[in-house]
Nanobody
Framework: QVQLVESGGGLVQAGGSLRLSCVASGRIFFRNAAMGWYRQAPGKQRELVASLTFGRSANYADSVRGRFTISRDNTQNTVYLQMKSLKPEDTAVYYC?????????WGQGTQVTVSS
């Protein structure tokens, strides 16, 4: 089993910044795991925000490219999502995802609310 715990969400004004963190534990060789951030707004489907796989460039949704940055610290089993220039449409529950040996694992989610 793999456990993912997100933190860092909150309420921020438009134009502000937040950094989300996700710590992975359990049966995971973190360095090789594909890690990603997804979000789900009320009434909408969950969508990929950013992903980072060992040996590959980061991948971003068009809506966040240039504003969000995904990074990872393999020594801390942690993946981050730095969010800048936040917009009200970024409001959602943000989920950390790990793909390990073909299985997907999810965190419990952290709420990000951007006020206008």
């Amino acid at each position: 089993q793999v456990q993912l715990v997100e933190s860092g969400g909150g309420l921020v004004q438009a134009g502000g910044s937040l950094r989300l963190s996700c710590v992975a534990s359990g049966r995971i060789f973190f360095r090789n795991a594909a890690m990603g951030w997804y979000r789900q707004a009320p009434g909408k489907q969950r969508e990929l925000v950013a992903s980072l796989t060992f040996g590959r460039s980061a991948n971003y949704a068009d809506s966040v490219r240039g504003r969000f940055t995904i990074s990872r610290d393999n020594t801390q089993n942690t993946v981050y999502l730095q969010m800048k220039s936040l917009k009200p449409e970024d409001t959602a529950v943000y989920y950390c995802n790990a793909e390990v040996l073909g299985s997907d694992y999810w965190g419990q989610g952290t709420q990000v609310t951007v006020s206008s």
